[in-house]
């Protein structure tokens, strides 16, 4: 379900619209538009869920990345908010047809790109809050 969408009882007499929930969120907004679009690629590059907006980035709150991403000059702010990510190119499963052993979903088991992988961060939630 999604944010938005109505949910009925069997007999219909009721319906409940669905909400997002609040989450802890940082909003990333840049001096200008390549500062924010450079941070949405090196994001996207440690496969960070962001919610995409004209001119600002939402992320779920992870210090690190705070810090990364003042660092490149970006102003950084927390938020209280619903969080609504893109989908992102694999959502709905994938495959590979060139003999590549990926599975769907394409989470973060594996690194693309030169050098070594960052590796997993523990401490770091990357998608909705599940019930």
Do not use: C, K
Not at 24 to 41: E, K, M, T
Not at 57 to 64: F, G, H, K, P
Not at 85 to 100: I, L, T
């Amino acid at each position: 379900m999604q944010p938005g969408e109505w949910l009925s009882t069997a007999s219909g007499d009721r319906q409940v619209r669905v909400e997002a929930a609040p989450e802890a969120l940082l909003l990333v907004r840049g001096p200008d538009p390549l500062a924010l679009l450079q941070a949405a690629y090196h994001l996207g590059n440690r496969h960070v869920a962001m919610e995409l907006h004209p001119s600002e980035l939402r992320i779920l709150e992870d210090s690190v990345l705070a810090d990364l991403l003042r660092q490149r000059g970006l102003a950084v702010e927390p938020l209280e908010a619903p969080f609504e990510p893109e989908a992102g190119a694999y959502a709905g499963g994938h495959s590979h047809s060139s003999g590549d052993s990926h599975s769907s979903g394409h989470g973060d088991s594996h690194h693309h790109g030169p050098g070594p992988s960052p590796g997993p961060n523990p401490d770091r939630h990357q998608g909705p809050h599940q019930p």
